[in-house]
């Protein structure tokens, strides 16, 4: 059983849970950016947790099934079509043999999911099948899907047991052009000025082109640091610390005018001072914003952050029970 | 020393990062190594990765297993009985690296990239020659080259070692990164920014002044050399590595071992006393040569 790549899209890649545990090596977890579409998408189609599935960004690919397979579109809406026709998402689907499943044009959200019966097959790489982008490792070949290319896929069993199973309106999320992204303020942002940090908290940011897997960038204010001796080991701009860990979701601000927050294939260290982090749940959301898009950053106390985690969890497990 | 008091915080829900100090010495690293070497052998349920870095620690847990200030209070109990870390022995190794230094992969990538640099009139060693008091280019690759480094942290991309050298504060070499970052840096290139020397594991963007190249991987994914048996990855936290400069001849012969499978760094074990590295640091990095060289 395969995929064949008729055409690959923007960017497409075999994406899963992640890559935990290597951090400390310099490892960034890559994975699938929306973990929320990510993990319904595998609940769909009867997945385990952590299957492989494919990520794709703005533009979907054309993809060609060669035997019959049960598949579940999830995440951003880029309206799909099997053999030219539009199909439902967030819905298990039977694919025959010889199939072919394109996307119409992106209309809300930035990444969608594709979950097969079985899951993408690529070997693992230190224990993940997950598409490290920067550096190209792990995933189909370290790389993005390219025309001609061949997925393999895992065995499953009953899948077409799933099919017709769709996700109930309540738990689909909707992506319109404005978020808000929750915040734990912390890390180095005692380099930050007060009003720099209130700025910072009321600015409507806007999403630049330069947002990828590895970190959003964005514009719309200027931040200014507190003024210092630079210490030993640290780099003479002010925007510079001794060189320290960045956790993923993690924000700085090299420069005072373009905040970037560092996702799933970013590099695990750095210079630059930090200021806060993205809290986990709410990275779902940020991958699901594109250039243009507008952003607020919300400053929360870590026990919202665990709260919002907490409901996050049940909602996930609301989907998998109302699945069967 | 900044002892004075660690700024704890969370990074998010799902880390927490532990700032020692704002500025670099070894006794702060040495420090940061001990707390988190401690933190490993209790093996807390919950904790997914711990990443020592030069003047802090990271530590990335599960919180639905284990709540953030339960560890933070755990790791306030850590810094205690370190303290100062006096006394802090490390069970090492002491690494030969090659260097070719002014080698021609580099130094094309800073030429090309001159419009970013401080000074576009100079190479990157002639104008951190300067900016550090040395006579020459000569002079400060001698300084470099004359002493021993520690790894101090692990990361940006993977198998990436930044090190501080074994030197006095005095005789720290100290460099701005680049105005604006470079969008290319060759793979191995040996690198400086802040108070720190790297070896580039890949190529890629970068913004620290460029030396020379490292003759050896430090990172080899198919794990087809020896040393990599173990990791993809080479350096480890508290490596000693020994900077030398090799000539185009040695540098050719290394990089066919490498090709054909055969290379092997020479290493030597090591027992570290911190306390003898802070009150003597020059004899004692004799005696550290000795033990790699010696033989």
């Not at chain 2, 020459?136 to 991309?157: E, Y």
Request: aromatic share 10%; with cysteine; glycine share 10%.
């Amino acid at each position: 059983m395969a995929i064949k790549v008729r055409q690959p899209g923007l960017l497409t890649t075999v994406q899963d849970s992640g890559r935990i545990g290597d951090y400390a090596l310099g490892m960034p977890p890559s994975g699938a950016m929306d973990s929320f579409s990510y993990a319904v998408g595998n609940y769909l189609v009867g997945n385990g947790d952590g299957a492989a599935g494919l990520e794709t960004t703005y533009f979907g690919p054309e993809l060609e099934f060669t035997e019959d397979a049960v598949i579940a579109l999830t995440g951003a809406e880029i309206p799909p079509k099997i053999n030219g026709e539009e199909c439902p998402t967030w819905e298990a689907l039977q694919i025959e043999a010889g199939d072919v499943l394109s996307f119409d044009y992106l209309k809300n959200g930035a990444r969608s999911y594709l979950s097969v019966a079985g899951g993408v097959d690529v070997p693992e790489f230190l224990g993940s099948r997950a598409t490290y982008t920067l550096i190209g490792l792990g995933g189909f070949e370290g790389r993005a899907l390219a025309e001609g290319d061949e997925i393999g896929v895992g065995p499953s069993n009953n899948s077409s047991s799933h099919v017709g199973k769709k996700v109930d309106d309540k738990y689909i999320p909707t992506f319109g052009k404005e978020a808000e992204l929750r915040v734990i303020i912390g890390l180095a942002s005692y380099r930050l000025t007060e009003e720099s940090m209130e700025e910072f908290l009321s600015v409507e940011w806007t999403v630049t082109p330069d947002a990828d897997r590895i970190g959003y960038r964005y514009r719309g204010g200027e931040l200014r640091f507190v003024e210092r001796e630079q210490p030993a080991g640290a780099g003479s701009d002010p925007a510079n610390v001794v060189d320290f860990g960045y956790p993923v979701g993690s924000i700085q601000v090299p420069g005072g005018v373009e905040p970037i927050v560092l996702l799933n294939d970013a590099v695990t260290g750095g210079g630059y001072a930090t200021i806060g982090t993205v809290i986990s749940v709410d990275r779902s959301r940020l991958a699901q914003t594109k250039t243009n898009d507008k952003t607020k950053f919300v400053s929360v106390s870590l026990e919202e952050a665990l709260r919002a985690r907490k409901e996050n969890r049940e909602r996930l497990a609301g989907i998998r029970e109302s699945l069967g | 020393m900044d002892l004075a008091s660690p700024r704890y915080s969370y990074g998010g829900d799902e880390y927490v990062f532990v700032e020692l100090a704002e500025a670099m010495s070894l006794s702060v690293n040495f420090r940061a190594m001990a707390i988190t070497n401690k933190l490993k052998e209790e093996d807390i349920e919950g904790i997914t990765d711990i990443c020592p870095s030069n003047a802090s620690y990271m530590v990335r847990l599960d919180p639905d297993t284990l709540h953030p200030d339960k560890l933070i209070e755990r790791l306030k109990e850590i810094d205690a009985e370190v303290g100062e870390a006096t006394g802090f022995e490390l069970r090492t190794r002491v690494v030969d690296v090659p260097v070719m230094m002014e080698d021609p992969w580099t130094h094309e990538t800073l030429m090309r990239f001159r419009d970013r640099h401080q000074d576009p009139e100079a190479t990157d060693l002639e104008y951190s020659a300067r900016i550090n008091g040395h006579e020459n280019k000569d002079d400060f690759i001698a300084a470099l080259m004359g002493s021993p480094w520690m790894v101090t942290m692990i990361g940006f991309v993977p198998g990436l070692p930044w090190c501080y050298q074994l030197v006095p504060p005095a005789e720290q070499v100290e460099v701005p990164k680049y105005v604006r970052p470079r969008t290319f840096t060759p793979k191995h290139a040996f690198g400086f920014g802040g108070g720190f020397a790297v070896v580039y594991s890949v190529q890629g963007a970068g913004g620290y002044q460029l030396y020379g190249i490292a003759a050896a991987p430090v990172l080899d994914v198919s794990q087809k050399l020896r040393d990599f048996k173990d990791s993809i990855v080479f350096p480890k936290p508290g490596d000693i590595f020994n900077f030398r400069n090799v000539a185009q001849d040695e540098f050719d012969e290394i990089t066919a071992k490498v090709e054909d499978g055969s290379f092997e760094y020479r290493i030597r074990d090591f027992i570290f006393h911190a306390d003898r590295s802070l009150a003597d640091p020059h004899s004692y990095n004799d005696e550290i040569k000795g033990v790699l060289y010696g033989d």
